[in-house]
Every structure is written in C-alpha cells, then in structure tokens.
C-alpha cells in the first residue's frame, strides 16, 4: 500500500526570523508568549533540553525539533558544552480548497537525525538563499524546506520498519553510521567498520544494504562526497588539494563522481561559492 505524502498540499512560506547562534553561558529560552509560527530548532553541537507542555526532549548534537503555533518552549543549555543552534522559522499554507482541508499539517515533533552533514547542509542552503532577495526564492525555499521535511519523514518511517531486523541489528547499523559520519567517510574500511561490529564484512554488508536500501560501500562514497561540498565552500583548497585530503587517487575520479552525485563538477561549484562574501554580525533575533 503507498504512503500519503502528508506533503503535497503544503507550501512552506518564509520568514524574517532564522540564523545561527552560539547560545552565551547560562542561557535560559522562556518564552512567554504562544508561538505564532512554526520553527526549525536545529543542535549543531553541545547539550541542553528543552520542555514543550509535557514533553521533555533532549538537547545533544543532531537534535531537531520542530516548534508549531501556540507553543511555548522552555530551554536550558549545559554551559560546560554550550548549544550552537540553526534556526528557521517558517508558515505552512495548506493549498487544498477550504472546504476539503480535514488536519493541520502532520510533522515529526522530534528526531534524532541520522545524517548531520546532510541535514546542516540543507539548512545552510536555506539560510543562503534567503539572504538577499533572488529570482524565485519564495519557489526556492518551499522546494528546500520539503526536501528537508521528506528526510524527517524517512528517517522516522525507516525507524519504525526494522525490515525484519531485530532491536540489535538494528542499534549495530546505526552504529557503522556513526562512525561513517564521525570520519565524513574518509579512510573508512568496510572490514574496520566489521571488526568494530563484532561481525563478518559480508553480514555487516547484508544488514546494511537491508536497514538503509543501498550498499555499505555506496553510502560510505556519498557521505565522502557530500563533506566534499562543505570542505570546499568552507576552504580554499583547489580541486586536486580536496581530492587528496578526502583520500581519492587522482582528480579525475574524485571530479567524476563528485559530478554524478552533486549534478556539477567541483570546479563550477566553487565558481558558484567562490570568492565568500564577507560575514556580518549576529543581528538576528534569538531562535
């Protein structure tokens, strides 16, 4: 049976307030008024936990939470591991004739994300766009925030159908993830990722392509060229220089497959980044 897409009568509308803030020592979020929008509440790193009614969530790097109207967060930080946030408050406009509309916009509440590099990458994008007025930016956010909507969707689905797996396996394949992600896939061996396991090189392989619906090897590859955007916006390496430092024997294969993944070479991506514009100061609300 197919799934509903709980977003295909959604369009996401933008506004002024979203950033990134490094939360100063002894940071309290009371807010004292309902939430009039929604919000992306996005942990880059450190550690806290936030109320919402009666739920409690915690606060710890790839923590996400989405806040909705009528809410009213309460935040602590611990300031010997001070939080880092990304923020995106938005609207939902629900394009369905008035009279056939039946439920508010469904989303997960809290995740835990699997996959920080993409997810941050998603959101830096946002924030990117919308920095100075663009042709179709208001098109250009809705397309971004639903692909960021449908990696929730995916990984709370994926989550809750183990695909015949048992609570173990499970907890193990998340495990080999994490350490992928923690290396940004580079110089990671299957046979490594086994051992640390305590399984074969082949069953580890099994259980992965079962859990995730590609293969180890692959994944590990994807991860290793999604970091590659990040190194090469955030850097001046050249081309060559990246295709070294990220483990690949010559530029040639580093460019083709950068290419097949991000749909354009590595070379016009940094024409597009390159030279950065300058930063500017934290003149943005808190999250």
Request: charge should be positive; include cysteine; hydrophobic fraction near 40%.
């Amino acid at each position: 049976m197919d799934t509903p897409n709980p977003l295909e009568h959604v369009r996401f509308v933008k506004s002024r307030n979203r950033g990134k803030r490094t939360c100063e020592p002894g940071w309290l979020w009371d807010h004292q008024t309902p939430f009039h929008d929604y919000d992306i509440f996005y942990v880059v790193s450190g550690k806290g936990v936030m109320r919402l009614g009666d739920e409690l969530f915690p606060l710890t790097r790839k923590s996400c939470v989405v806040l909705r109207p009528g809410d009213l967060p309460k935040a602590t930080q611990d300031d010997n591991d001070r939080l880092v946030v990304l923020y995106m408050h938005f609207d939902i406009e629900d394009t369905r004739p008035r009279e056939t509309r039946a439920f508010p916009f469904p989303f997960p509440r809290f995740t835990q994300m699997n996959d920080n590099v993409q997810a941050e990458s998603m959101l830096s994008q946002m924030l990117e766009a919308l920095e100075f007025p663009s042709l179709w930016q208001d098109f250009e956010f809705d397309c971004l925030m639903k692909r960021f909507f449908v990696m929730l969707y995916r990984q709370h689905w994926s989550d809750k159908d183990h695909l015949g797996l048992s609570a173990k396996q499970i907890q193990s394949i998340k495990k080999v993830i994490a350490s992928i992600h923690e290396q940004k896939g580079r110089d990671v061996h299957i046979p490594q990722l086994a051992e640390a396991a305590q399984m074969s090189p082949q069953y580890v392989s099994r259980l992965f392509k079962r859990y995730a619906g590609c293969s180890l090897k692959a994944y590990i590859a994807r991860i290793k060229l999604d970091y590659a955007l990040d190194l090469l916006a955030q850097s001046s390496l050249t081309v060559t220089e990246a295709a070294l430092e990220l483990g690949y024997a010559d530029v040639y294969a580093f460019s083709k497959r950068f290419k097949a993944l991000h749909g354009m070479s590595p070379s016009h991506y940094i024409a597009q980044l390159r030279p950065a514009k300058p930063a500017s100061g934290d003149r943005r609300r808190a999250p």
